[in-house]
């Protein structure tokens, strides 16, 4: 019977902190949301901290009103799908061949893409060969330098590798080539670890703003993120402001703080809601080694 107590004991302080530290990492969140969805000059009072006081969209048509966001998020979507496609089927691809033993370079290129995860050429270099590319000022430069990642060819590696023989050797006897080997019998075995990577990858896409910020100088081939660092680092949001003001439509006058709120709600708010679509799948794949026999 003490045991069982003292086991209790430990269960609820245990569950009170994890409580405690959940509330903790939430609340920022949920303080951002409040903000942005309550009246612009209401808020300015201050005390906001539980709920919204005077609930508003204001904040929210002063931002979708400008064309400059609209045509970011257009971008930001053809990078994340676009990216993350390509980027899984070329990965998938590369961790295939890597797991053939009879491939004669197998090795050779498993130490070739180990170095750019301990090296690089730094960032003065890099510009120089992505522009020799043609690919500065170029919405490619989204997508191609990202195609291939050493840590999620590992990843899918190890799952592959744990795959049974006997159902690729089955196939070959039936007459399948590699390609169809790996089309219809290895990509839908490897939606765990796909899912993972999708994951990992999506949200590197929709969250990067280095990409933009080092080779577009044309804020027409900006993202979200772009857009939200210069309404952030600059006046934009009092811009906004003063443009909802001129606008008869509008009841209320937004603040330049109130819009920051609302634009971190709006390029946070998608990796939330896709993340529980694919929760299980990640699970299953950042257990993928973990149990062996």
């Not at 496609?85 to 033993?101: D, N, R």
């Not at 949200?203 to 990409?211: A, E, K, P, R, T």
């Not at 100088?217 to 680092?233: M, P, Y």
């Amino acid at each position: 019977m003490k045991k069982n107590r003292k086991f209790d004991a430990f269960a609820v302080i245990n569950g009170a902190l994890m409580l405690i530290f959940t509330l903790v990492c939430i609340y920022p969140f949920y303080y951002v949301l409040i903000v942005s969805l309550n009246d612009p000059l209401d808020a300015q009072r201050g005390g906001l901290y539980l709920w919204v006081r005077s609930f508003s969209f204001e904040n929210y048509k002063a931002i979708f009103k400008t064309s400059e966001l609209l045509n970011a998020y257009q971008i930001t979507l053809f990078r994340v799908i676009a990216g993350s496609a390509l980027h899984l089927i070329l990965t998938a691809m590369f961790a295939f061949a890597l797991t053939k033993k009879h491939f004669v370079f197998r090795k050779f290129l498993t130490w070739w893409m180990l170095i750019p995860m301990y090296f690089s050429g730094g960032i003065i270099p890099t510009y120089v060969v992505m522009d020799m590319l043609g690919l500065v000022n170029n919405v490619m430069v989204y997508v191609l330098p990202h195609l291939l990642a050493t840590f999620h060819i590992l990843i899918l590696r190890t799952f592959l590798n744990e795959l049974p023989a006997a159902l690729e050797e089955s196939a070959v006897i039936d007459g399948a080539s590699d390609f169809s080997l790996f089309w219809r019998i290895v990509m839908p075995l490897s939606t765990p670890v796909l899912a993972t990577v999708a994951l990992f990858i999506g949200v590197f896409h929709w969250n990067d703003w280095f990409s933009g910020f080092t080779y577009m100088t044309s804020e027409d081939l900006w993202t979200a993120q772009n857009v939200l660092l210069k309404i952030i680092q600059t006046n934009e949001a009092s811009n906004i402001a003063s443009i909802s003001k001129m606008d008869s439509g509008f009841k209320a006058t937004v603040t330049a703080e109130s819009v920051k709120m609302a634009m971190l709600v709006i390029t946070t708010v998608p990796v939330i809601v896709v993340y529980p679509f694919l929760q299980k799948y990640f699970v299953k794949g950042m257990m993928l080694g973990s149990v062996k026999g």
